[in-house]
């Protein structure tokens, strides 16, 4: 077996760490703790880290550990006790801005997976290529190094609990008042992650009638992968829904960043409308012009034209959280962005300062609010995106990287012939690590955009997450048009030794 294997290096990803739990014992956790450790120390110069976990059943085991090596190197430990969703880990973050933080755990993949997200100073994502010194790349470089962050005094520790605090901050910054969602029948399923406690808590407060399941949290994710997306795991979750006479169904991902949102029959909008949905409100934060928000580039065109009627520009993004929130940082004139992968993001601001991070609480009760008060924009955005027809993203896994590569090439080549425009790169130049391929349909959408009757959008990207995986998603004007583009993409893969569809 080669060093490289034998130390796990491949558990260093895109955005964070993320590996099997069976391939990060004891030993090699250590390791990796150490080598946090000493970027901390050394390279970002603070001299505490907040520590939390999440639903899975190892989070607990992870984090003595890893507290245990930050205090010896002589940091001060700050410990959120118990189960933590993501967001509540940003917002502790944002009231320790002055120390690193690390969330064991591993959103949405199977049971049996651990990993961390790791922030700087300024709740600032540390991440490939993005932080101090090269962010985790320089994490990687200590760990291969292996060397001992070990300090001749001991850090101190103490725990913090920030659902209160969360909580109130959360619906003030909604705008959801104790009682302020009296009247509104809402169904959750949170798939036995670690959002239940805050969102029952929070929608208790104001009073709405929700109707929870798989609240509690439990880290053999007794449904499957505590991902939203699979439509096996939300099967329980949408019967309920739609038996249940709710106005609307949300379900959540493991670590509860992940919010996805159906109407009380069961049917799903999508990401990009439910934020033009909510843009309103969040524009009314951001007075005056030159105000943009950013869109990932599989979002629905009709959703951005929507999206444009706020008087924001719409500019398209790259997928990835730590990418996204870094361009946020760059350029203090995006003040908000959406993934179609059900992800929200904002710069909020917390005691004077911005931070550019995700708040999935805030998003769950206003989305709730605004469709409690307003039911006929979202029935609208129903109605516009029912003239659309999407395949929701899916993946193919290849036996090896040049495999994947020939088929993204041969699929890219395929749609060129078939009349689309292809786009790689973001308007600033940065690249989109992706392809988006748009027929009848301008890359520059605003909302007087005209586009044709058989337009198409086709997306790829290389999954910087999961090893072989490349992704789709196709949406266009015709049903017949995006079955046509997935079954040709399938026609095409298939050639260079794709696996089975996969979702997740």
Known sequence: MSKEKDINLSMFRAYDIRTPASSLGTELASRLDHAMALYFKQDLGVKGVIVAHDARSTGPRYLQNGAEIFLNAGLDVIVIPGVCSTSMFYFTAMQYPDMAAVMFGASHNPAGDTGCKILGKGVFPIAEHIGPEGGLDKIKEYYILGNSANFKSRGSIKAYDPTGDYIAYSMELAGVRKGGLKGLRIFQDYLNGAAGREMMLAFARAE?????????????????????????????????????????????????????????????????????????????????????????????????????????????????????????????????????????????????????????????????????????????????????????????????????????????????????????????????????????????????????????????????????????????????????????????????????????
């Open 208 to 504: 709405a009638d929700l109707s929870p399941l798989h609240f509690t949290a439990d880290g053999s994710f007794p449904l499957g992968d505590p991902n939203p997306v699979k439509q096996e795991v939300i099967a329980e979750g949408l019967r309920t829904l739609k038996k249940g006479g709710s106005l609307l169904g949300v379900f959540f991902d493991g670590d509860g960043d992940r919010i996805d949102f159906y109407n009380g029959s069961g049917v799903f909008l999508s990401s990009s409308f439910v934020f033009a949905g909510i843009l309103p409100e969040i524009r009314k934060r951001f007075p005056g012009d030159g105000i943009g928000v950013y869109a990932d580039l599989k979002s629905n065109p009709l959703a951005i034209m929507e999206m444009a009627k706020t008087g924001v520009t719409v500019n398209v993004i790259r997928n990835g959280h730590s990418q996204i929130k870094n361009a946020m940082y760059e350029n203090p004139a995006m003040v908000a962005t959406v993934e179609e992968s059900a992800h929200f993001y904002e710069a909020f601001t917390y005691q004077g300062a911005r931070y550019c991070t995700e708040n999935t609480l805030y998003i769950a009760l206003l989305t709730a609010r605004t469709w409690l008060e307003n039911p006929g924009k979202y029935t609208e955005l129903f109605e516009i995106q029912s003239e659309t027809s999407r395949a929701r993203e899916w993946g193919y896994k290849f036996p090896g990287d040049d495999h994947r590569t020939e088929a993204l090439r041969d699929v890219e080549e395929y749609f060129r012939s078939f009349g689309a425009k292809v786009m790689s790169r973001m308007p600033n130049g940065y690249d989109l690590e992706a392809t988006m391929m748009r027929k009848g349909i301008p890359f520059d959408i605003d909302e007087n955009t005209i586009i044709s009757s058989d337009w198409l959008q086709v997306c790829q990207r290389i999954s910087q997450s999961e090893n072989g995986l490349a992704r789709w998603e196709v949406v266009s004007g015709d049903p017949k048009l995006t079955a046509m583009a997935k079954e040709e993409i399938a026609h095409i893969v298939k050639k260079h030794g794709a696996g089975d569809e996969y979702k997740g």
